[in-house]
């Protein structure tokens, strides 16, 4: 299973120079490598190769690798939708391969510039360490807009050995509560809401103050300066968040040697309309990649995960079965109006879930079975 490893680099203002100048003339020859390749209709990178790579070099001074990457790199994204002219950011990220990178120990690298190579310190946390020997095929150098440099290492990671459960945990994802499972551990969106209202509290009123003194002369640094410093902050902290969540949901199921059925809320935004106060809020919720998370984190551990439709997951009564909207008769509270059950919404949506993913499980199984018999 391939993972990506995020390790800072430090460079030093010359060298910071030298890789911001490499990656804005890498990204310059591929925004007019696809020109030509749209211009000619073909994403084949033989093609390529054989008719621009002596101009590739010529025109914009790239190295041999650095040419052959940035064809390879073209001719991918260039296929993917052939009616669409791609087009390359000057910032946008630089794929390197072992030819042009490499590691020096596990405190330095040694990076091809178009002024030859150069050796950057790098620092990585104790996860990244832990799977940096396992690193595999092409990293990707980013620079952020805090002028931060990173590279996105590729990991290839053994899967685990999957387990067969008896029984599953079902997650309800939410608002309020980003995620619930039938056991009644709830995690909660308080955090994150703070965050985010702060944040968008802090960019309204520089807003403001920008507009003023862009009436009155030119933008004072120090806005500039604070706006770059908020710039993917929020987001970084739900990345955290979701993290952490789908960690304990995944250690949850492998110590109770469970599977996690996950409702499938794919397309929701577009299925749902929400009020005008609410779009902020919903525009950021980070569901999907919470559900990445916890797929992935479960693949290592070897546990099946199984996505399952939340329709009607909120309002079956649990316990009869009984299917009604007036189940729910509050955001957060369910009472069966057949056999009296009551409980937490998302609870019972997160009962349900599991119920239907264990159905599901049986299901494959026995495909399975019959396959190989």
């Given at each position: 299973m391939k993972l990506t490893l995020q390790i800072q680099l430090l460079p030093d203002k010359k060298q910071a120079d030298q890789l911001k100048a490499?990656?804005?003339r890498f990204n310059q020859a591929c925004s007019w490598l696809a020109e030509q390749a749209f211009e000619i209709k073909t994403a084949n990178k033989i093609s390529l190769q054989q008719r621009f790579y002596y101009e590739l070099r010529q025109q914009f001074g790239l190295s041999a690798q650095m040419a052959s990457i940035c064809i390879r790199h073209v001719g991918g994204t260039y296929s993917r939708d052939k009616s669409v002219l791609p087009t390359f950011r000057s910032n946008a990220a630089m794929p390197y391969d072992s030819r042009i990178l490499s590691f020096k120990g596990v405190d330095r690298a040694s990076i091809l510039t178009l002024e030859g190579r150069i050796i950057v310190p790098f620092v990585m946390g104790q996860y990244q360490r832990e799977r940096f020997s396992l690193a595999k095929g092409e990293s990707d150098?980013?620079?952020?807009?805090?002028g931060k440099w990173f590279l996105l290492v590729t990991v290839d990671l053994p899967e685990g050995s999957q387990i067969a459960p008896a029984e599953f945990i079902g997650v309800d994802f939410g608002v309020v509560n980003l995620a619930t499972d039938n056991d009644g551990d709830v995690y909660t969106n308080t955090e994150t809401e703070k965050v985010r209202q702060k944040q968008n509290k802090?960019?309204?009123?520089?807003?403001?103050?920008?507009?003023?003194?862009?009436?009155?002369?030119?933008?004072?640094?120090?806005?500039?300066?604070?706006?770059?410093?908020?710039?993917?902050?929020?987001?970084?902290f739900k990345a955290n968040e979701n993290h952490r969540i789908s960690k304990c949901i995944v250690e949850k199921a492998t110590d109770t040697n469970r599977g996690i059925g996950?409702?499938?809320l794919t397309d929701i935004r577009e299925r749902t309309r929400f009020r005008k106060t609410q779009r902020d809020k919903m525009s950021k919720w980070s569901f999907a990649e919470l559900r990445g998370f916890i797929e992935y984190k479960a693949k290592l551990a070897g546990i099946p995960v199984i996505p399952v439709d939340p329709r009607n997951t909120s309002r079956t009564c649990p316990k009869c079965g009984h299917i009604e909207k007036g189940n729910r008769f509050a955001r957060g509270l369910f009472l069966c109006r057949s056999c009296g059950h009551f409980d937490h919404a998302d609870i019972v949506g997160a009962t349900n879930i599991a119920t239907a993913a264990k159905v599901a499980w049986r299901e494959v199984a026995e495909k399975r079975l019959t396959a190989a018999a």
């Open positions: 490499t990656m804005e150098l980013v620079r952020r807009k805090d802090v960019r309204r009123s520089l807003g403001r103050k920008a507009g003023k003194v862009k009436r009155e002369g030119s933008r004072p640094k120090n806005i500039k300066r604070k706006l770059k410093a908020l710039s993917g902050k929020e987001r970084r996950l409702e499938d």
